[in-house]
């Protein structure tokens, strides 16, 4: 099955102010056009790039389309002789400035060339990703990662998701305290509580989970994500893991 796109840039960006534009940007020209079979997605990236470029378009959206771009299979090569075709029918000081923007940003650094993705993830979180968290891959679907951050005064563990990867629903039981917080240091993630919608969380983003509730979280499909987790001192504290978030509720999200 070929990969589907999903674009929420418009609606998190320009949703209140120009909901419109927004929908086009999403659901239109990502989710129809860019969804579309005729043309492969490499392929569609390469003129999309091209396209920016001879605009004279350096901005971020460029950025984005350049790293789609290495995503979906344009080699550091590839890419440099594409840049310097267009060069000759769009200009030259436009093929200076793509190429600037890219050693800018470090799209095609020969440091990260090599790099697995769980390298590049550690590259942009300062937590330690740890080792694999086998203690409770029972719990998981996908591979997880453990870090311990604090033994001391307060327990703290940064926890590590590879992309789909999520714990089961849970419930942190106490007859007083024992609640649970989560600060996300990196990547995209889901929050939810039973009953709720879930709640996406990015860096920054602080969960608080109260005690006696069931509820879940873990990476987004496509992203690693990282949390520091601290857990609140409770009476008669115990831990009950329940049944894993199967597949369709959580790739509807």
Known sequence: MAEKIVQTAGRKAL???????????????????WNN???????RCVITMVALMSQGITDSSLVYHIQNAKA?????????TIVTHVAFYAGWPKAWAVFNLVKANGIYDE????????????????????DPNDGFAQYFVGQSYLAP?????????NVTFEPGCRNNWHIYHASKGGDQMLISVGGKGWYQEEGKHAQEILPGTVIHIPANVKHWHGAQKDSWFSHLAFEIEGENASNEWCEPVI????LSL
């Open 15 to 33: 949703g209140e102010f120009a909901t419109e534009f927004a929908h086009f940007n999403d659901d239109v020209l990502f989710g129809e056009n």
């Open 247 to 250: 597949d369709e509720e959580y």
């Open 37 to 43: 079979q005729d043309i492969d997605l490499k392929t």
């Open 149 to 157: 951050v604090s033994t001391e005064q307060v327990m703290i563990f």
């Open 111 to 130: 440091e990260t060339e090599s790099l697995t993705e769980k390298e590049r993830f550690q590259k942009e979180i300062f937590f330690p990703i740890g």
């Open 72 to 80: 979906h299979g344009v080699t550091k090569q590839e890419f440099a």
